[in-house]
């Protein structure tokens, strides 16, 4: 079992930039494709970026080119670097880990990212 903390989200003028961080404690971290998912309310949750364990990643459409997901398997650590951000990326993001071989799931809580001038 491995449980998420996510940090670094806030308050962004449009055109910023932030970079989340996603700790993740227990065992066995680079077994897991590393995710991070957003939604605002009303809405369901999508994905912006995952990286799997061998660091291949794939991005939704819409923040392509401008968001950047890495990881530190020394740190059990995934980041997500959003630049050029915009209104429209205004959500709580998740980071999400996914175990390659057994395919449990787990969540971290949630960080609010608002992008308003």
């Known amino acids: 079992q491995v449980q998420l903390v996510e940090s670094g989200g806030g308050l962004v003028q449009p055109g910023g930039s932030l970079r989340l961080s996603c700790a993740a404690s227990?065992?066995?971290?680079?077994?897991?494709?590393m995710g991070w998912y957003r939604q605002v309310p009303g809405k369901q949750r999508e994905l912006a970026a995952v990286?799997?364990?061998?660091?291949?990643?794939n991005y939704a459409e819409s923040v392509k080119g401008r968001f950047t997901i890495s990881r530190d398997n020394a740190k059990n650590t995934v980041y997500l670097q959003m630049n050029s951000l915009k209104p429209e990326d205004t959500a709580v993001y998740y980071c999400?880990?996914?175990?390659?071989?057994?395919?449990?799931?787990?969540w971290g809580q949630g960080t609010q990212v608002t992008v308003s001038s």
């Open positions: 990286i799997s364990r061998a660091g291949i990643t």
């Open positions: 227990g065992s066995g971290f680079s077994y897991y494709a």
């Open positions: 999400n880990a996914r175990h390659t071989f057994s395919g449990n799931i787990y």
